[in-house]
């Protein structure tokens, strides 16, 4: 076993290699189209074993034809690049492959855990009372805000199902997971309010406050707020402090999710955009999106961590058998078993320090500004998003964002995605990738403009 063990990491590391080299070479895959992909590689699971050289070649074209997410011409998703620590962090996650629900079974990785959720609750300005969880992810995060802001409504609803009409509310810009949230837990889809945003895409308190109050006059009940640190397509903050005064009037449970850019409350410099935070009932944020650990690495801070016990433990006389509840964090997630995403991050965190995670949410700033920078000093650019935010939002020479972001993917000259804000459509381009320089940011306009010289039929 330990021989087959080592031979098969063995092979790991030849297919990093290749790997490594296929991306300096090739930042972006060739792709293959979809209708196309099972004649192209052999995907197919066979009755008889793959002999080791055919095995090894089949691994080596799904990694070569597979997107290419850590390279510096990769900007479609709220995440790319790579953490070298983080990802040792992880694989030592998978090779040790504990389950998080208790102490028994994860013994010191409770403590990283814990020290993470610790840390992090500090920085936010929650209490002593506050703890957390490592959800599957942003969207499961918002799911555990919006069902523990129901119990906190009224703890009964666990037993006996929603009885009243319940009302949420949220931006027009958060985050789509919302909608499906109400579905989930009951409340149901219809009975989302999707507050305006102003010019900047942030959450208009006075909107927020007039809805509540029609909602009320109507026979519904608000019980909660879900809002975004970091919208989806401009990357902007609602104003938490405004809205954290109408959630202690109407109390209201108030959720910031930070799935994108929560992980500004590691930036001195730029933690302002989040003021009031630490009046929310809860905060969530991806390291996987700003601090480039491998996904899924999401974290939900609850000010209050009764609530969290409240809506998610479960007595399982099987399972919880010693150390007491502290160290079975099994008794405040929404899984069972449940994967180690904490060791990644706190493999990062422990070798670069919390200066480390500072420089590297800074980075993606001044990266940002590089962009804008640029764009604002090119005629043939016109900018739609706004200063403090990471997602550059531009069209070039007037071509359509949509039909520009396809050509790019379909040539496989740079992987880059776009947006809507109000009427306009634009190209989304994020400098989530902390490993990029600004050289890497003005070669990504460079390439763009190139592929645009040679294909006039854009601009038509
Ligand atoms: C990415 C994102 C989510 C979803 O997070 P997942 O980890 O992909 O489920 C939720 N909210 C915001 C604002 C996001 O940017």
Redo the contacts with the bound molecule.
Sequence with gaps: MTSTLKADLELFNQLVEVLLNEEATKPVAERIKAEELYNTLDLSLNESPMLDQAYKEVLRDVLIATPKTATNLFFNQ?FGGRQGKAILGDLLAVLLNNSMYTYKVAGPQVGIEQEIIRKSCDLVGYGAGSNGTFPT????S?YMALMMARDKYDLSIRTNGVMKRLTVYTSKES?Y?NAKNASFSGIGRANVRYIDSDHYGRMIPSKLEAQIKTDIADGCTPIYVNS?A???VLGAFDPIEDLADICEKYKLWLHV?G??CGAVIFSEKNRHLLKGMERSNSFSF?AH?MLGTPL?C?IILVKDKTDLSNSFSNDAEYLYQTDGDDFNLGKTSFQCGRRNDALKFWTLWKAVGSTGLKNIVDHQFDLADVARAYIRNNSDYKLYSFDDSISVCFNYKGIDANKLCTALYEEQVTVVGFGAFGDDEFVRFVTINANNSPEDILNFFKVMEDFVDKHPELLA
């Design positions: 709220l992810g942003g969207s499961m918002n985050h997971s975004t970091g919208t989806t999710d799935a994108y991806n999106k899924t999401s």
